[in-house]
């Protein structure tokens, strides 16, 4: 099969369109014919190779060798002890910690995976898992988000923003959106009711109160962060600088102690509310954007895009047939 591999850690230049063996399911995988592959941060992470992924996928080189977790696909083959699935359904997921979805063929444990709903694309399915569920644990399970709040959410423009606020407007909220000035205009029209062009504004400088942040960049000191949160408001960041979340980690318990203020990090419990998006979805209420569709061929060009933070919403690779390299 073709896929898109990397022997050592580097620029997107280093990723290879490659022929390699198709894999085959243990008997408690599944095989999927993956038709569609989104690009997260981690992806960027792991083929730059930082330390901290470096001691996750090999010190020299990275022993995995596929990246791409969040897939969408048609199931071809299951594993004998395979229970919930059968060759022909269509399903999707995160498939972290495994990877192998930038291929034509992944194989992937079946409680990784739900049943895609018919009216959804692979394309959209592929742009969910990650993105959605920070979004989802962030807001709900931290956040604890209520209706009548104001919610501000930094680094919105993005994949986890773009479901954020999507998910927020079920709970009557006003959601103020950060992020650069080319991305404000989707962001209004995805129902933001107010954008900040980081570049212009310092949101936590406006004397304007949050009683939720939602922080996917954590690229600055918590006090700056808490100065913009309401008497009883919440920060709660899904990921961002080392540094800036080790400082939110150690300080959170003082800051709690001294203020009515809450600080939360959120650790990704991957594919948890899959369920809950699906049934969204087909209420059509909550849709992802998906920026633009690369080939598999493209990977290089997509991971180029999005490591300079210049996408909207999500990158989406669709996985075509019959690739020649
Ligand atoms: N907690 C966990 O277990 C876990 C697991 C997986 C991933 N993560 C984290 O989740 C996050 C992924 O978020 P995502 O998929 O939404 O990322 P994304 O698609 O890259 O979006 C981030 C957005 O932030 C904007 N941005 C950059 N610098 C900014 C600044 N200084 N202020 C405000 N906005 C800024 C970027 O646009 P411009 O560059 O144009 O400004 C971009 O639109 C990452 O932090 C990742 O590490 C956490």
């Known amino acids: 099969m073709k896929a898109i591999a990397y022997t050592k850690y580097g620029t997107p230049d280093v990723l290879e369109l490659k022929e390699v063996d198709k894999p085959i399911p243990r008997d408690n995988e599944v095989l999927i014919k993956?038709?569609?592959?989104?690009?997260?941060?981690?992806?960027?992470?792991?083929?730059?190779?930082?330390?901290?992924?470096?001691?996750?996928?090999?010190?020299?080189?990275?022993?995995?060798?596929?990246?791409?977790?969040?897939?969408?696909?048609?199931?071809?083959?299951?594993?004998?002890?395979?229970?919930?699935?059968?060759?022909?359904?269509?399903?999707?997921g995160d498939l972290?910690?495994?990877?192998?979805?930038?291929?034509?063929?992944?194989?992937?444990?079946?409680?990784?995976?739900?049943?895609?709903?018919?009216?959804?694309?692979?394309?959209?399915?592929?742009?969910?898992?990650?993105?959605?569920?920070?979004?989802?644990?962030?807001?709900?399970?931290?956040?604890?988000?209520?209706?009548?709040?104001?919610?501000?959410?930094?680094?919105?423009?993005?994949?986890?923003?773009?479901?954020?606020?999507?998910?927020a407007k079920l709970y009557g909220v006003e959601v103020t959106g950060v992020d650069s000035s080319a991305k404000l205009e989707m962001m209004s029209s995805l129902g933001f009711d107010q954008v900040i062009d980081y570049t212009q504004v310092d949101f936590t400088k406006e004397g304007k109160y949050y009683d939720l942040i939602l922080d996917v960049k954590t690229n600055r000191s918590i006090f700056d962060y808490t100065r913009a949160l309401s008497t009883n408001g919440t920060y709660v960041t899904v990921g961002g600088h080392m540094f800036r979340l080790f400082q939110a980690l150690i300080l959170s318990p003082w800051i709690s102690k001294f203020s009515k203020k809450k600080i939360c990090i959120v650790g990704l419990k991957q594919n948890k509310d899959l369920a809950y998006i699906n049934k969204l979805f087909e209420a059509d209420k909550l849709k992802p954007v998906i920026d633009r569709l690369y080939d598999l061929e493209e990977v290089p060009e997509a991971f180029r895009l999005f490591s300079k933070g210049a996408h909207k919403g999500k990158v989406v690779i669709k996985v075509k047939e019959n690739y020649r390299i």
């Not at 993956?34 to 996928?57: P, T």
């Not at 022993?63 to 002890?81: N, Q, Y």
């Not at 079946?110 to 709903?117: D, F, S, T, V």
């Open 34 to 92: 993956v038709y569609a592959v989104s690009i997260n941060d981690w992806d960027i992470g792991l083929l730059q190779g930082d330390l901290i992924n470096r001691l996750i996928n090999g010190l020299l080189k990275p022993k995995k060798k596929i990246l791409g977790s969040d897939i969408a696909g048609r199931i071809e083959k299951v594993g004998k002890k395979v229970k919930q699935f059968q060759p022909g359904d269509e399903v999707y």
């Open 96 to 167: 972290s910690g495994d990877w192998g979805g930038f291929a034509e063929y992944v194989c992937a444990r079946e409680n990784a995976l739900i049943r895609k709903p018919v009216g959804m694309t692979f394309e959209s399915a592929a742009a969910i898992p990650q993105a959605a569920m920070l979004a989802v644990q962030g807001l709900i399970d931290k956040g604890k988000i209520k209706s009548g709040q104001k919610l501000l959410i930094n680094g919105a423009g993005g994949g986890v923003g773009t479901f954020a606020v999507q998910i």
